[in-house]
């Protein structure tokens, strides 16, 4: 029984309970988009230290220089509805032609332009891209279509794989440090991982049937922590034994935790979009329990997408509220 009631206390909390303390709050920068709304979203760092992100609603790339402050656009022409990027270490942008069906291969020096379509019509939602450790490969999710994809960029062939669930929803994807990409399933209450030998996807159930995960991370040790965005929870996935482990986020079950990122000491970052402002959290996967809350200045609306950049020693993000953000995680003292 006593074993019972702890369990009970560990994993039905209420958010107030927790004493997340805020002078432990991390110092955010944001920068103006100089173009009328868009939602600008998902920044990634290039090699030469400059921030490419998309504009979702408005067709664009854009380029900003955190030294300058200077921002530059390319405008897409076909209503291409780019919903994410990432930049190889060649400096070559690769977005997600979401409304279009393809991925796209921008070179910013020619400013030139390749798409690679999708070889299944139903396949007509790119979402969100990620490359595997040596940049041969590009996997990416299409939610709509109900498939996760693999782009080979030498001879940029492409691989589907259904997701046999119904509205599934493949959503946020990681490649785990040995090599296996994850996706959070939004539709479902599953996780799935997928061998890159042989293209199967294997299922990872989660115990609540009405979860809904929505993005997720992958420590140095490979230990899977996710999203579950209509619960209100931050969830950990043992790939070694399949255990699941879960803490109520600080605002409670309307706190709708949506982007992820994870830092070199494998703390673990999300932002709650319930809540106005977003606010930015901080978990320690060492001592499993929240240590930092901050509120985003300009409210940010939905955070939908971070990544932690090594160089800057800081999160990066999009908001809706046109901003482009960066949280100084790692500071003098910190």
Request: charged share 20%.
């Amino acid at each position: 029984m006593r074993i019972i009631i702890l369990l009970l206390i560990l994993f039905c909390v209420p958010s107030h309970a927790f004493a997340v303390d805020e002078r432990n709050a991390v110092g955010i920068n944001e920068w103006k988009v100089p173009w009328d709304g868009g939602r600008p979203r998902d920044p990634y760092v290039a090699p030469d230290g400059s921030v490419w992100f998309v504009g979702q609603q408005n067709n664009y790339l854009a380029r900003f220089d955190p030294p300058t402050g200077e921002f530059t656009r390319h405008q897409l022409k076909d209503s291409a509805g780019p919903h994410n990027l990432i930049v190889g270490a060649d400096g070559i942008v690769w977005y997600a032609g979401n409304r279009k069906g393809y991925i796209g291969r921008f070179d910013h020096e020619t400013r030139k332009i390749e798409r690679i379509q999708m070889p299944d019509a139903r396949a007509g939602d790119p979402h969100t891209l990620v490359f595997d450790a040596d940049e041969k490969h590009i996997w990416f999710t299409v939610q709509w279509g109900n498939f996760v994809g693999r782009l080979r960029l030498s001879d940029r062939a492409v691989d589907l794989i259904p997701v046999l669930i119904a509205d599934a929803r493949p959503y946020g994807i990681i490649v785990a440090p040995n090599g296996i990409p994850w996706v959070a399933l939004l539709g479902t209450n599953n996780l799935a991982s997928i061998d890159p030998a042989t293209l199967g996807l294997r299922l990872h159930p989660l115990p609540y049937e009405d979860a809904a995960p929505r993005r997720l991370v992958a420590t140095s040790g490979g230990q899977i922590y996710y999203v579950d965005y209509s619960r209100g929870y931050l969830g950990h996935l043992d790939p070694d034994n399949g255990t699941v482990r879960e803490w109520a986020a600080p605002s409670g079950a309307s706190s709708g935790p949506y982007a992820m990122a994870v830092d070199r000491l494998d703390r673990v970052w999300f932002v709650e979009t319930g809540e106005t402002p977003n606010h930015l959290i901080g978990f320690s996967t060492r001592t499993k329990t929240y240590f930092s809350i901050t509120q985003i200045p300009s409210g940010a609306g939905s955070v939908r997408h971070m990544i932690f950049d090594e160089n800057s020693r800081a999160i990066w993000f999009g908001t809706d509220y046109s901003t482009i953000g960066r949280a100084a995680v790692f500071t003098s003292g910190r």
